[in-house]
């Protein structure tokens, strides 16, 4: 059984940037592939970004160049760093570690994007 805490979420200026981050707590990260989704209101909840277990990325079209996403096995840790950030991207983000059979959300985070 793993659990997911998220932190980073808040109140960013556009233009500003974030760093949110996904700990995980059980001892089989390393097989794990990770994603982060978000959903604004009113939207359903999308795929922004993954990092599979062996390291390799994608990314939705709408983030590319501006959001990266990383993780660090020791720590049992995914990242997601955000720059640039649009109001538009306000929502809740969500990172989701999966592997078949195993399926593990986050309780979210809240990240807003306002002047």
Known sequence: QEQLVESGGGLVQPGGSLRLSCAAS??????????????????????????????NTKYVDSVKGRFTISRDNAKKTVYLQMNSLKPEETAVYYCYLWRIGHYYWGQ????TVSS
């Open 26 to 55: 059980g001892s089989a990260f390393t097989i794990y592939h990770m994603d982060w989704y978000r959903q604004a209101p009113g939207k359903q909840r999308e795929l922004v970004a993954l990092i599979t277990s062996g390291g």
């Open 108 to 111: 979210g985070t809240q990240v």
